[in-house]
């Protein structure tokens, strides 16, 4: 199969501590649980400001920034341990701003190639990424083992989250970053995210011996399969292969291995090295999808002191590489008007139902500055990807005949050029 390939160089471009005055019950399949409302006006402080559902880049960047911020917040993973899925990622300069938000950004920037261009691009270990973010949390903030299979909520009361071993956490905030298959987007009535038609491979290649490419994000196209590439550091090169296929699951990383081989076969000697150099251990593979962010749909997306973040909120499509900074955009936005309404709160003595209606009121906010800024993300990343993923001899030669002129570094550059932090 022979393929195309574009060089892109960037340039500019708890618990209630009062009486309760009446209690819901509601039905479960195993128990039956709680959930605590009060019209009598009540000190909370045993209550958590903020519950996040997710410890992965979404999660821990959201409760890093609620933490930096002063609330009280607890973030609840349900795996045992730290959980990686996928390679590495591409942060842009919009994603470093963030990071340097929340206090991670130095560190992580002496260790990743920046490639070339006038806007801040550089690869990023997933694994390095989540350590930076986790290290940086107090140890009681982030609790592994807590798999939350429901969201209660109640108009006027705080939302809870019920943990699989049927315990019951409550928050004045719940916040689903736990990814594409999130039960708290389930929960607030979401769809499930759209198959765009085609799958993704990414692994790290490893080059002991050092590793001379060029520092610039490069895409080699063909027929419905094309695969991109850029350095991390000197010895490892981070990659991504997407093809157009049904949608369906590969768990043998060695048959995932051997399928990357097979789609590029024939092309380049420098690509078909790249995966042979991968360790089995670094690859992974997924089905491509995203989820538009309509503006008729908002009211989803913030119900009774619950909302959503990272995937869990506006899944889009790779093809713009800004899945994981939105997700760190979120967290600082969240966080930053979260922190701004508490404070007011402080300052009143309100019962539960007056504070959430204020608490509702800060999350319209997020969910509103979020879908101006995710809408267009959404829709330019999935008609790149279609243009990009053309099928047949006869279109994919006109596409490659017209692609540098329609799709120019700047379609990447200047969404890239968002500054969350002075944002509220």
Request: charged content about 20%; glycine content about 10%.
């Amino acid at each position: 199969m022979s393929c195309s390939s574009l060089v892109f160089r960037l340039r500019d471009g708890g618990s209630l501590s009062s009486v309760q005055t009446h209690v819901s019950v509601l039905g479960l399949r195993h128990r039956t649980a709680l959930v605590f409302c009060t019209s009598a006006f009540q000190e909370s402080a045993g209550i958590d400001d903020v519950l996040v559902v997710g410890g992965g880049i979404a999660g821990a960047s959201t409760g890093l920034a609620m933490h930096k911020l002063g609330l009280k917040v607890r973030v609840l993973e349900q795996s045992p341990s730290l959980r990686i899925s996928g390679a590495a990622l591409g942060v842009w300069t919009n994603g470093w701003r963030a990071l340097e938000f929340l206090e991670v950004a130095d560190n992580l920037r002496e260790k990743f190639t920046p490639l070339s261009g006038h806007v801040e691009l550089r690869g990023v270990d997933r694994r390095m990424l989540l350590e930076s973010l986790t290290n940086a949390l107090p140890a009681d903030i982030l609790l592994y083992d807590s798999h939350v299979v429901k969201v209660h909520r109640k108009r006027g009361c705080y939302p809870q989250a019920e943990l699989k071993d049927g315990s019951l956490l409550q928050a004045k905030v719940i916040v689903g970053c736990d990814g594409i298959g999130s039960v708290v987007a389930k929960n607030l009535g979401l769809k499930e995210a759209h198959y765009a038609g085609y799958m993704g491979i990414r692994g790290v290649a490893m080059f002991p011996e050092g590793y001379t490419l060029k520092s610039v994000l490069s895409q080699s196209i063909g027929n419905g399969v094309r695969m991109g590439r850029f350095p991390l550091d000197s010895s490892r090169v981070y990659w991504f292969l997407v093809f157009n296929h049904p949608p369906d699951k590969v768990r043998d990383p060695s048959l995932v291995k051997e399928e990357a081989l097979r789609l590029i076969q024939g092309w380049p000697e420098q690509l078909v090295e790249i995966v042979k150099r991968s360790p089995v251990e670094s690859l992974s593979r997924a089905a491509i999808s995203d989820r538009w962010m309509w503006p008729w749909s908002l009211w989803k997306l913030h119900q009774c002191g619950v909302t959503v973040a990272g995937d869990a909120m506006h899944p889009v499509t790779p093809n713009l590489a800004q899945g994981g900074c939105t997700a760190m955009e979120d967290a600082v936005l969240l966080a930053r008007i979260l922190s701004n309404a508490f404070n007011k709160l402080k300052e009143r003595r309100l019962s539960v139902n007056e504070e959430m209606e204020q608490i509702d009121h800060a999350l319209g906010g997020y969910v509103a500055q979020r879908q101006k800024r995710m809408l267009g993300i959404a829709v330019k990343a999935n008609l790149i990807g279609k243009v990009f993923q053309t099928e047949g001899d006869f279109f994919a030669s006109v596409r490659n005949a017209l692609l540098p002129r329609v799709i120019r570094a700047d379609a990447f550059v200047t969404s890239t050029l968002y500054d969350v932090r002075g944002l509220v």
